[in-house]
């Protein structure tokens, strides 16, 4: 299917951005790498009446460290993060989840912020920005407002971007030394969207775990935390015991619905498996 007509412009500044959002509003759309909004208005999932095409701002691209957070500008592409030496020192946690970002022809045209502000529940990028508890940057004519990952992600395809606003970047922490990362996903083909996915950062004091975050993907309609098995693990030394511990609080925070790349039993009984592959992997040395 051909995509339905639309107007074209392309944003030279980010006052036309806003100019246009203002004038347009919900029938805008932003056009980013395109890599997902093409195949949806080919699909007819999406029907903007203008495409406000963003690609052509620099000030939205590169990664920079500021202090001790690493702030990725909006439209630097997925090979882009996939190829710094900032990410891999700074971000382990999203060096190691990139390369399951779809393929390296999508790679190369796809943004960060256009994954993020789609909102995909079985996407990489928003189960790492939950687990390492990042800052989205977004900004409207009226200025910049920080939203936590935490806030950022409100149901399917839906986050805290309004119409009159864009995503600039997103901050996310410098790993300390003490931290451990592990990210992980199955998906029946490499390069496709996650059956099931985790992200785990934990920090340890000697063999003990001092803080965690988990974060799951294609578990909801949203990225999501799990809270139970994060109790269950703090405090902890990583051992046969306290993985099944975890796992068992896992079962009651996860609440799949089944969708067309696996049951509901089936996503339960993976990240069962993901959480304890990431849990030895994560403690190699104490176990
Ligand atoms: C075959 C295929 C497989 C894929 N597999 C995966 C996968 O396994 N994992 C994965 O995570 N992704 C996957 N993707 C999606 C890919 O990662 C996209 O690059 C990404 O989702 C969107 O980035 P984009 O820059 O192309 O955004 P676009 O397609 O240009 O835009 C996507 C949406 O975000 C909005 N948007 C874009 N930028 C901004 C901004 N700065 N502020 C506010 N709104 C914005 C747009 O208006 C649109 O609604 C796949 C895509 C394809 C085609």
């Known amino acids: 299917m051909k995509s339905p007509e639309f107007s074209y412009l392309k944003a030279q500044t980010m006052a036309d951005v806003f100019s246009a959002l203002k004038t347009h509003g919900d029938a805008a759309q932003l056009l980013a790498g395109g890599q997902s909004l093409l195949a949806m208005l080919n699909l007819r999932m999406a029907n903007p009446?203008?495409?406000?095409?963003?690609?052509?701002?620099?000030s939205l691209k590169g990664i920079q460290q500021n202090g001790n957070v690493i702030?990725?500008?909006a439209l630097t592409t997925h090979?882009?993060?996939?190829?710094?030496?900032?990410?891999?020192?700074?971000?382990?946690?999203?060096?190691q989840a990139v390369p399951y970002v779809a393929h390296l022809a999508i790679r190369n045209k796809g943004t960060i912020g256009g994954s993020l502000a789609l909102g995909d529940p079985a996407a990489e990028y928003p189960a790492v920005a939950l687990a390492l508890n990042a800052t989205l940057i977004i900004q409207s004519a009226k200025g910049e407002r920080r939203v936590k990952a935490s806030e950022f992600f409100i149901s399917l395809y839906r986050t805290a971007v309004q119409a009159d606003e864009i995503l600039i970047g997103v901050e996310f922490p410098i790993a300390k030394p003490n931290q451990r990362?592990?990210?992980?996903?199955?998906?029946?083909?490499?390069g496709d969207y996650a059956m099931a996915g985790m992200a785990l950062a934990l920090s340890l004091e000697g063999q003990t775990i001092q803080d965690v975050a988990l974060a799951f993907m294609a578990m909801d309609d949203k990225p999501i935390l799990a809270p139970r098995a994060m109790k269950a693990l703090t405090g902890q030394s990583i051992n046969s015991q306290t993985i099944s511990?975890?796992?068992?609080?896992?079962?009651?925070?996860?609440?799949?619905?089944g969708d067309l790349s696996a049951n509901a039993a089936t996503k339960k009984h993976l990240s069962r498996v993901l959480l304890s592959r990431a849990l030895i992997q994560a403690g190699a040395t104490h176990v």
């Open 71 to 73: 702030r990725i500008g």
């Open 245 to 257: 511990q975890a796992q068992a609080a896992l079962d009651e925070d996860l609440q799949p619905a």
């Open 79 to 95: 090979h882009e993060i996939d190829s710094s030496h900032i990410v891999k020192e700074h971000i382990p946690l999203l060096a």
């Open 181 to 190: 990362f592990v990210f992980s996903e199955l998906a029946r083909r490499k």
């Open 49 to 58: 009446s203008i495409l406000i095409d963003i690609s052509g701002l620099d």
